[in-house]
């Protein structure tokens, strides 16, 4: 029997940073994570980073390569970072390269919409489909897209920049626009909401994890605002089955923690907006790695660039 080949993982997101040790198999032997606390800027993070990466190496068998999950926009091939919405201060990162000399290891680096798209396919519910779009709806609202079973990356591999998307005249700041998908969808723009719906209640101190608690506890005002987001997140969804046909969506973060309170709205609005025939040919869920999949996803990049793992696409239409 052939020895495993070993992955360390990154998962660096604007809330935590996930270093892990994986398979190719999509197994997670190990993880450490801290709070990115972005305020710190870049070199801060870069450092807990680092020494971070050589805790869990220390600990380890031989890696063959570092895999990394991030933000866009980013050259996903250079591996260099450009200033994503929920890492500021991270502007022009040559990520690849700095982390490939100081390790000594191959890097490969992907846009965490794409990285999280890939674990579905490899591992979870995308396996067997030609077309399907993952959401991350963390920190940030981004896409990954597979369409006729190939991950779409775009001509400057901002597909899937969709948190971007103006989805009404007025709302929560986010993406460099008020009334941004990201901005009502994404947890940080879900607390802005909050705190515009009921300006009385809600104040600075209220975070992401706290709205889901409350809104899970049966809270009136805390269960209006994730109505309100699912809502809108209903109007994304129908755009994007127009536009794109899937048979499946994805979501995760918010919408694993927030379930049909977060996705049951979402769906009556995509029923009502979007073409029928299209509608009837999609399923919306959460997951099948559930929580895990931040961890699969940050081995990803590997896993595809360097041919570690092949996706097999079903057969299609009949």
């Known amino acids: 029997m052939a020895s495993p080949t070993y992955l360390l993982g990154l998962d660096i997101g604007g809330t935590k940073t996930a270093v892990v040790l ?156 008020r009334g941004s998908w990201e901005g009502y969808c994404a947890g940080p723009g879900m607390v802005k909401l909050a705190q515009m719906m009921f300006p009385d209640r809600w104040d600075a101190t209220l975070t992401p994890e706290g709205l889901v608690d409350l809104a899970r506890a049966g809270d009136a005002q805390a269960l209006q605002v994730v109505r309100r987001t699912g809502e809108v997140l209903g109007q994304g969804l129908a755009l994007l089955v127009d536009a794109l046909n899937p048979e499946l969506i994805i979501i995760g973060s918010m919408a694993v923690r927030l379930g049909d309170l977060l996705l049951e709205p979402a769906r009556q609005v995509l029923r009502r907006e979007a073409l029928p025939g299209a509608v009837a040919a999609v399923r919306v869920m959460t997951p099948a790695l559930g929580e895990s999949l931040g961890d699969v996803a940050s081995l990803c990049a590997a896993l595809d660039q360097a041919g570690l793992k092949k996706y097999q696409a079903g057969p299609g239409p009949a």
Not at 23 to 47: D, P, Q, S
Not at 88 to 110: A, T
Not at 163 to 175: E, Q, T, V
């Open 22 to 177: 994986g398979t190719a198999e999509g197994e997670i032997l190990r993880r450490k994570c801290f709070l990115t606390r972005t305020e710190r800027g870049f070199e801060a993070t870069f450092a807990e980073l680092c020494q971070t990466m050589e805790q869990v190496l220390a600990e380890s068998p031989p890696v063959a390569a570092i895999s990394v999950a991030i933000g866009g926009p980013l050259d996903i091939q250079r591996g260099i970072i450009y200033s994503p919405p929920n890492l500021p201060g991270w502007d022009n990162i040559p990520l690849k390269d700095w982390l490939h000399e100081r390790f000594g290891r191959p890097v490969y680096v992907e846009h965490d919409g794409n990285a999280g798209t890939l674990a579905e396919l490899y591992f979870g519910a995308g396996r067997g489909h030609r077309n399907l779009i993952f959401l991350t709806m963390g920190t940030g609202l981004g896409a990954g897209l597979v369409l006729n079973g190939q991950l779409y990356r775009g001509t400057t591999d901002t597909a899937g920049e969709v948190g971007h998307w103006r989805i009404a005249p007025d709302g929560p700041l986010a993406y460099g626009k």
